[in-house]
């Protein structure tokens, strides 16, 4: 079979998988459930399906329903106004919401809400998060940066901290296709759309921004790895469209 083939038989069997899930946890006990939508139109997130908007909570919902109710630890790179980590808390009733940011965003912090002062391309400032923190997150998010090395040194640093079974998830990874900004060079060899097209291709992780141990970790442990590119444009200006991609991890 194609690595193509493998790869859609992948996204059909992950999306199934979920819908069913959902469907059977809605007939039963989730009865008071809000859409990641309307959560998302409520706090004014980027991830909407809105004007201008990612619209990347429609994937999402397939993938964090079945974890709703028992996912305790989640984590997202990039704060900015806070709208997100709002979205998390009220979308994960049971779970801690920890945001990284490389501005204080102390003002958030409360309850169920921590945020952490961290440049997310510096292993030695993820790794003062997890030594506040801890480990064994059900999803860390990456909103952050968009630059190529901080993208790949989060992914690789932060992997091992999800938990067994849990996600990692990159957002906007069509900054790999800009011409400027975010580090990509001419021939795209080094972005991080490359690095995860040649790893749904070879089932390897080749980056220069990881290290030897950090890529054996990722190509040992990543069970499925999922791109959803959306049809339309996220802005009137650019032709790009949004993409995100989601990795799971081995349940063990």
Request: net charge neutral.
């Amino acid at each position: 079979m194609s690595s193509k083939k493998v790869f859609l038989l992948a996204i059909a069997i992950s999306i199934i998988g979920a819908y069913n899930y959902r469907k059977n946890a809605t007939a039963s006990s989730d009865t008071g459930h809000v859409s990641l939508n309307s959560l998302c139109e409520k706090f004014g997130t980027d991830k909407c399906n809105r004007s201008g908007g990612h619209n990347y909570v429609e994937v999402y919902e397939l993938f964090f329903y079945p974890i709703r109710t028992v996912a305790k630890k989640i984590a997202e790179i990039g704060i900015e106004s806070g709208s997100s980590l709002h979205l998390w808390r009220d979308y994960f009733p049971h779970a801690t919401i920890y945001g990284i940011d490389i501005d204080d965003n102390s003002n958030l912090d409360s309850e169920r809400i921590k945020t952490f002062v961290g440049d997310q391309s510096k292993r030695e400032n993820l790794q003062k998060f997890i030594t506040k923190y801890g480990s064994n997150f059900d999803f860390i998010l990456d909103d952050g940066g968009h630059s190529m090395e901080q993208q790949q040194i989060s992914l690789g640093f932060l992997f091992r901290h999800v938990k067994p079974g849990g996600y990692y998830i990159i957002e906007d990874l069509h900054t790999s296709l800009w011409k400027s900004g975010s580090g990509a060079e001419p021939d795209e060899s080094n972005t991080t759309l490359t690095m995860i097209q040649t790893f749904i291709k070879t089932r390897s992780i080749n980056s220069k921004y990881l290290a030897n141990e950090e890529a054996e970790y990722l190509n040992n442990t990543i069970a499925y790895c999922n791109l959803f590119s959306r049809n339309e444009s996220f802005s009137n200006i650019s032709p790009i469209h949004s993409i995100t991609c989601i990795l799971k991890k081995k349940d063990s």
